[in-house]
């Protein structure tokens, strides 16, 4: 069974930093492009961040962008979210998923609170 793990949430104050991480299980994870989603409460999910299979491309949304950065480590099966400079606004529950043809695979989520 696939699995998508997130974890590195957590309550930070305005400004500060966090590192997402999700690791990734049973699957072929260097032949899926991957993203992380947010989804802030009474909010739709959105995309935050996607990077390609391999690493060379990243796209960002435009709320995040100089401030998050989205990376991969092919020989861990694991991606990554820098997220520096944060706002109260990017306090939501973040999802990373996985992405190939017609398959996609969600994480749990791990809640980010940036509050002071």
């Known amino acids: 069974q696939v699995q998508l793990v997130e974890s590195g949430g957590g309550l930070v104050q305005p400004g500060g930093s966090l590192r997402l991480s999700c690791a990734a299980s049973?699957?072929?994870?260097?032949?899926?492009?991957m993203s992380w989603y947010r989804q802030a409460p009474g909010k739709e999910r959105e995309l935050v961040a996607t990077?390609?299979?391999?690493?060379?491309?990243?796209n960002y949304a435009d709320s995040v962008k100089g401030r998050f950065t989205i990376s991969r480590d092919n020989t861990k099966n694991t991606v990554y979210l820098q997220m520096n400079s944060l706002k109260p606004e990017d306090t939501a529950v973040y999802y990373c998923?996985?992405?190939?043809?017609?398959?996609?695979?969600w994480g749990q989520g791990t809640q980010v609170t940036v509050s002071s």
């Open positions: 998923n996985a992405r190939h043809l017609d398959f996609s695979f």
């Open positions: 049973r699957f072929t994870f260097s032949n899926y492009a």
């Open positions: 990077i390609t299979n391999l690493g060379g491309t990243t």
